[in-house]
């Protein structure tokens, strides 16, 4: 499992989210889908951030 890779997919995705929110703006249902998707984008960020931690600190433990 290449923890850097899905974060840095998640990134990507947040990236498109926001930008689709942006042209959603005059679009409601393209908006609200757009606020909804990354509150869950939000909730797997924080996921995979918290996997990260956990890593690093077996890391450091293991020095």
């Known amino acids: 499992m290449n923890i850097k890779e899905i974060d840095e997919q998640i990134q990507l995705m947040i990236s498109t989210a926001d930008e689709l929110k942006r042209l ?15 509150a869950s984008l939000k909730m797997l960020e924080l ?3 918290n996997i990260t931690e956990l ?3 077996e ?3 293991a020095v």
Do not use: C, H, K, W
């Not at 959603?24 to 990354?38: H, K, S």
């Open 55 to 57: 890593t690093e600190e």
């Open 24 to 38: 959603g703006q005059d679009f409601p249902a393209l908006y609200r889908n757009m606020v909804r998707i990354r």
């Open 59 to 61: 890391t450091q433990n």
């Open 47 to 49: 996921n995979v951030s």
